[in-house]
């Protein structure tokens, strides 16, 4: 079955400063990877997703991730964090393309950001 | 376009009370998702839906049943409610996964708490 370990509960960043949220998962074949941001209050939203091709992938708000096989991690990056970026970040893994099987959670990231 | 709708938004049971949690979707999607979302836990699926006619437990079942009416609509019913189920609750679709978008969609949650 497979996981997914979000090793910091809690980040907090100066406004401008760079960002770095650790993903590690573990899954028998190969994963399905995103990475969703909940605003307080709000449901949550998909910031990027990784099925397969080249391992750094973009999402929006100028978010990217890169997927090291190696190291079974998903690490979700932006070089310049705005107050607006302060949410929790989920790391999620899914399943292949032609299975239904179900989306796993980790247990998220809190992010602050100081003026 | 609503996406996925949820009812109610708020809802304060007494222990031993029943409630449905009810989720609409009008993307035409095919499976279907209940999770919970407890602090430093994540999101946690009760139940799934892979597709119409079809319902599987996920990692926390138990004290809860789920009906997929039709194709649009999932509910999530608690029949005897515990304080243990107090939680924000979250509905989400997604598209069938051979299709390779294996993204989810959550409405914008539930929050109940049992007295």
């Known amino acids: 079955a497979q996981s997914v370990t979000q090793p910091d509960i809690h980040i907090t960043v100066s406004e401008g400063a760079s960002l770095e949220l650790r993903c590690n998962y573990s899954?028998?074949?190969?994963?399905?990877l995103f990475w969703y941001v909940q605003s307080p209050g709000q449901g949550l939203q998909l910031l990027l997703k990784?099925?397969?091709?080249?391992?750094l992938v973009q999402g929006i708000k100028g978010f990217e991730a890169e997927f090291k096989r190696s190291q079974s991690s998903f690490n979700l990056r932006k070089p310049s964090v705005h107050w607006s970026d302060a949410a929790e970040y989920f790391c999620?893994?899914?399943?292949?393309?032609?299975?239904?099987?179900?989306?796993?959670f980790g247990p998220g990231t809190s992010l602050s950001v100081i003026p | 376009n609503a996406g996925v709708t949820q009812t109610p938004k708020f809802q304060v049971l007494k222990t031993g009370q029943s409630m449905t949690l009810q989720c609409a979707q009008d993307?035409?999607?095919?499976?279907m998702y209940w999770y919970r979302q407890d602090p430093g836990m994540g999101l946690r699926l009760i139940y799934y839906?892979?597709?119409?006619?079809?319902?599987d437990k996920g990692e926390v079942p138990n004290g809860y049943n789920v009906s997929r009416l039709n194709k649009r609509e999932f509910s999530l019913r608690l029949e005897s409610a515990a304080p243990s189920q107090t939680s924000v609750y979250f509905c989400?679709?997604?598209?069938?996964?051979?299709?390779?978008?294996?993204?989810?969609?959550f409405g914008a949650g539930s929050r109940l708490t049992v007295l």
């Open positions: 993307m035409n999607h095919n499976s």
């Open positions: 999620a893994v899914g399943a292949q393309a032609t299975s239904y099987d179900k989306v796993i």
């Open positions: 989400a679709t997604q598209q069938n996964p051979t299709s390779g978008a294996n993204v989810l969609t």
């Open positions: 839906s892979a597709s119409e006619g079809t319902t």
């Open positions: 990784y099925f397969s091709g080249d391992t």
């Open positions: 899954y028998g074949a190969t994963p399905y």
